[in-house]
């Protein structure tokens, strides 16, 4: 069975520009999650998606996050406009339902530096 | 509020020596999951063992064993005659239903290097 995977595995930027990080969760999984690792700490979600609908994006800066699931599968996570504080660690995750407690399957990640 | 603590930011041992990383939570709920996550430095989580908060046996892997006790509020994983390839962060967490989410939160991690 595949594994999540996610792209670009790392990303150098500038300040202000924009960058998008590409997720495909584990078939057949309902549930999707993003979360940003930043250096010397645990993840913290950013958003949840059950399907293509949002459960739970209380944590996720919506001034210049934007994340979408299309059809239920695919994910991608924008940042526009980057700053210097997203360098971090970007983390997708799925799991086979919503409203229980099953396990997380991570991806590999995504590495940002902003600079 | 929920909370994962993990004390010990770094740990050096000797290979085959035991080694225990420490994990404290604070939940108000009565139904939750404990989990513990290794993170290779190819960066990848990988799931380790989940535990709910009505079983509080102690469970053993190979060389990996966790006691959970409610008393204390703890969560702790030994590894017996650890190897080199143990050497990872190693991240607590806690899942608990949140307004109709399941999150995962995190402690900080705690790395441990196993030394040849």
């Known amino acids: 069975e595949a594994g999540v995977a996610q792209s670009p595995r790392y990303k150098i930027i500038e300040k202000r520009q924009s960058v998008a990080f590409w997720c495909n969760p584990i078939s057949g999984h309902a549930t999707l999650y993003w979360y940003q690792q930043i250096l010397g700490q645990g993840p913290k979600l950013l958003i949840q998606f059950q399907n293509n609908g949002v459960v739970d994006d209380s944590q996720l800066p919506k001034d210049r996050f934007s994340a979408e699931r299309l059809k239920g599968v695919d994910s991608t996570l924008k940042i526009q406009p980057a700053k210097l504080e997203d360098s971090a660690v970007y983390l997708c995750?799925?799991?086979?339902?919503?409203?229980?407690?099953?396990?997380?399957?991570f991806g590999p990640g995504t590495r940002l530096t902003v600079l | 509020a929920q909370k994962v603590t993990q004390a010990q930011t770094e740990i050096s041992v000797v290979e085959k020596e035991d080694v225990t990383l420490d994990c404290v939570y604070e939940?108000?709920?009565?139904?939750?999951?404990l989990f513990w996550y290794k993170q290779p430095p190819s960066g990848e989580l990988v799931f380790l063992i989940r535990r709910n908060s009505f079983d509080e046996q102690n469970e053993i892997s190979g060389r990996y064993s966790w006691n959970f006790q409610k008393s204390t509020s703890s969560f702790n994983f030994t590894i017996t005659a650890s190897q080199v390839v143990d050497s990872a962060v190693y991240f607590c967490?806690?899942?608990?239903?949140?307004?109709?989410?399941?999150?995962?939160?995190f402690g900080k991690g705690t790395k441990l290097s196993v030394i040849p």
């Open positions: 939940t108000r709920d009565t139904t939750y999951y």
């Open positions: 995750a799925s799991s086979l339902l919503l409203g229980s407690y099953n396990e997380q399957f």
């Open positions: 967490a806690l899942i608990y239903s949140g307004a109709g989410s399941y999150q995962l939160t």
